[in-house]
């Protein structure tokens, strides 16, 4: 039998394997409710005439569909969300569509069809050549459906696909409201929807066929929701010879037909193959289990940061008289994930593959508010939080269990998930609010149906427990499930689906981050002074703090129009447009610059402002680092439509400086100045040990004059911070009465820069008067692309120069001028000192003709051509 079975893999392409998947995502029509005089029976026969209906968007919402047909204007523009029709004024059926969908497909001998449905927002028929496919009518937004729709098929294989979808049973009241007046939670789908402080009301509340649509043809089993567990026991290194791992797998078998199903089931992982022989009763379905397997020097995953992401492939198959009846592939990354509660911190301490973590995060609402989702888009997304050097994105409870693919990007680029359930503290009944319709006692028991929602919990813990990425379970955001849907999910459905992960109760919960101090337990959510992230203590495990996220003018410009484009004052109200898209205010951290002139103006000197923000917020958080933190995760880093606060990059994938800022502060190994005390001090979040460091410090006047302050000799202990010697002294003496930058660096002996740091500080009044009166300065500039799709930009600046400063690099299409987004830089709004020059890279997809872009505070805007 073993010989046999190896012959077999060997030869199994040469034999049949019925396996095949598609996406049903193009060809779809539609139609308003209003407008069809007919049923789903009727319209899903091929004889109805659909010719007039117009073309549909799937996966995707009505709102998308209208859009892309031009039906309503884009509602991230200026305040063209308020032209549009919102469903708790037009009622249900104005947003309430038939889909339909003609597609080629037939059965042949056992083979057996299957429809699946990844997401339906909110209650939906299916209907196919005639007949109705579910028994009971579709409800809950995060819940897939699957249907064996072999003997439904026209027998010539001309299918007619037919459904109708209906917005949530409550839409809520968009009064301004987090979640509006509260009661979109009664049902099961996206709270954001009826608008946030970062958001205005979407006005489908993202009504539609949201996700995939996909036919599945197996042979007479079907596997589903395979499980794999990895065991990675005692602390390990990211490099080196590793101890064995553990790998443990099980999947679901479902034979569909009315005969007994006899075969081999297996899997194949790190060149090993575990197989049983299995016999699937008629019309059962079962899980089996595998023995456990033992991969001995496992290749491991690490989240970014720490070690490499490495993902081995897995490959379950059901095989039975030469032919492989189904398959399923994964992408595995073996990784242990424990959580320790860590006394002096008093809250919780993640640890991967027995190594303690500092948890750098940014908070994840959705990628598009009209779920308009690509794994183009995920990537880039995903890949920006890669380069603020984060390692964690938690995901909010008013959106929804994220997709695959954006699992998969954390998987490649290593970002741990924080994944929430569809709770919020603000619909759910945590607080007293009068801009709700229910009283917080009928808000605490949302949603409606609880076995629904336990159901919907069921299914998507299947969908994504296999990735390496997903690290914790969350209850709900700011505030538990109700308690009969919070104790299933605690001491049943987790334990018996999962059993790897913690749950927290909720996102700022005790048990993660015990609240010493008073308050909600997370915020501020606005700009703070940079001296009080080093200063204050806070949450020892803040899952929420936030800030500001201005973009740049050019980011402006794609949705404010140029009557609005006007520079926001201190204290005063701003502009309606800038209103509407909930601007908050920092300019009184913009006038120490000088007064803004006008928007282009404040939008520089506001990047100035966002920088300064989030490399001290993270700075002041790692200085701290298992002392008063075991982590910090901000809100938020992106957004999913046009707002103005709270992220690194706008809605179109254009980072600001915030971005940068933020990487900086969250370097790996960094060097960095206390600025309450002025002492140089590295973190080291590494797993080893480092000496031989040399610490250097100097500074620069105004006119570029160097004043050389010290080096030292010392080294750092693995994951630690450490002080190293105070610049006040120095810096006394310097007496610049109207500021001074400090060059920080941390070399090893060989005089490599592993980290460098520039501060600009203030005049003695508050003031950044000498920044106001620099001299501009005309660095040399030169692009070069030596292979497709990485730009080298060098920028040299000239001894006796001042400081080139505060330059942000832009890689444009040569041709229209306009921006390359995404564009992934491996650093930006860069400083280069007198003498010195910078090298860039810049990656990007396209094949178009590229220039670059360069300015800066005192560097005149300059175009050069890539060579």
Known sequence: MKNFLILLLISLPFFANAQQRYELNSGWVCANVKDVNANGSQISTKSFTINNWMAATVPGTILTTLLNNKKIPDPFYGINNERIDDVYKTGNAYYTYWFVKDFDEKAIGNEQVWLQFRGINYKADIFLNGKKINLTTIEGMHLRSHFNITKMLAANGKNRLAVIVHPPDFVGNPNGGQGGDGTIAKGLTTQYTAGWDWIQPTRDRNTGIWDKVTIEKTQSVNLQNPHVVTLVPGKRLAEGKQKPATVKVSVEVENPTSKAVSGTLLYQFAGQTIQKAVTIKANQKTEIGFDDLTVQNPKLWWPNGYGEQYLYDLKIKFISNATVFDEENLKVGIRQIDNIWNEQTRSMGAYVNGQKIFIKGGNWIISDAMLRFTDARYDAEVRYHKDMNLNLIRIWGGAILERPEFYNACDKYGLLVFQDFWFSGDCNGRWIDPMKKDDQWARRKYPDNHNLVLNAIEDQVKMIRNHASLAFWCGGNEITPPEDILQPLKNDILPRLDGTRILYDFSNSDEMSFNSIGGNGDGPY?????????????????????????????????????????????????????????????????????????????????????????????????????????????????????????????????????????????????????????????????????????????????????????????????????????????????????????????????????????????????????????????????????VKGKVLVTITNENNNPVAFFNRIALINASTGKRILPAFYDDNYISVLPGEHKIITVEYNGTEKTAVEVYGWNVERKRVEVN
Not at 549 to 562: A, M, N, W
């Open 526 to 786: 606005g700009i703070q002074n940079p001296l009080s992230f080093w200063a204050n203590k806070t949450f020892p495990y803040n899952s929420e703090v936030g800030s500001v996220g201005v973009g740049d003018y050019e980011s402006l410009e794609r949705f404010i129009p140029k009557e609005n484009m006007i520079a926001p004052q201190f204290k005063e109200k701003s502009d309606s447009v800038w209103d509407y898209h909930k601007y908050i205010g920092y300019d009184e951290y913009i006038n120490p610059y000088g007064k803004a002139k006008d928007a282009k103006d404040f939008a520089m000197k506001a990047q100035l402002v966002n920088y300064d923000q989030y490399r001290a917020l993270m700075e002041g958080f790692s200085s701290h680092m298992w002392e008063w933190y075991t982590g910090s995760i901000i809100w938020k880093t992106q957004n999913p439509w046009t707002a103005m606060r709270g992220q690194m990059y706008d809605y179109y994938l254009d980072p600001n400086a915030c971005l940068y800022g933020l990487r900086k502060g969250s370097e790996p190994l960094h060097i960095m100045m206390n600025p309450i005390d002025s002492m140089v001090t590295v973190v080291n979040n590494g797993f080893k040990n480092l000496d031989n460091l040399m610490v250097q410090a100097k500074a620069y006047d105004m006119d570029g004059k160097e004043y050389f302050y010290s080096q030292v000799f010392n080294s750092i202990g693995a994951s630690s911070a450490r002080r190293f010697f105070p610049l006040n002294d120095f810096l006394k003496k310097l007496d610049k009465k109207e500021g001074v930058f400090v060059s920080l660096r941390l070399l090893n002996v060989e005089q490599k820069v592993l980290s460098d740091n520039l501060y600009w500080l203030p005049s003695k009044d508050g003031e950044y008067k000498g920044l106001q009166k620099m001299k501009s300065v005309l660095p040399k500039i030169e692009a070069v692309e030596k």
